[in-house]
Nanobody, 127 residues
Framework: QVQLVESGGGLVQAGGSLSLSCAASGFTFEDYAMAWFRQAPGKEREFVARVGANGVATYYANSVKGRFTISRDNAKNTVELQMNGLKPEDTAVYYC????????????????????WGQGTQVTVSS
């Protein structure tokens, strides 16, 4: 069955770094674009970053651009999110998601676009 398993979350001080990883199985990983979303308490799930199926094209939310880097390893079926310069407002549960549609458009920013989801990993940034 399809599985997306996130890891790497934790507690970090403002200005620090964390690296999240998502291990995929049960589908043809190299055919899917992958993304990270996050959800803070009382807020809607929001787009963070996306990487195309071949790992070349990336796209970021303005709030994380220049601080976060998304990458993937199709040989290992993993997608990473390197987070630097963390801020308290980055505190959320982070989810990885898979999209079988290659095209990047406005719809790519919405959770409803994505076919598969992980269970999430908590990231807490203290001030």
């Amino acid at each position: 069955q399809v599985q997306l398993v996130e890891s790497g979350g934790g507690l970090v001080q403002a200005g620090g770094s964390l690296s999240l990883s998502c291990a995929a199985s049960g589908f043809t990983f190299e055919d899917y674009a992958m993304a990270w979303f996050r959800q803070a308490p009382g807020k809607e799930r929001e787009f963070v970053a996306r990487v195309g199926a071949n790992g070349v094209a990336t796209y970021y939310a303005n709030s994380v651009k220049g601080r976060f880097t998304i990458s993937r390893d199709n040989a290992k079926n993993t997608v990473e999110l390197q987070m630097n310069g963390l801020k308290p407002e980055d505190t959320a549960v982070y989810y990885c998601a898979a999209d079988r549609r290659a095209i990047l458009n406005t719809g790519s920013l919405y959770p409803s676009r994505y076919d598969y989801w992980g269970q999430g990993t908590q990231v807490t940034v203290s001030s």
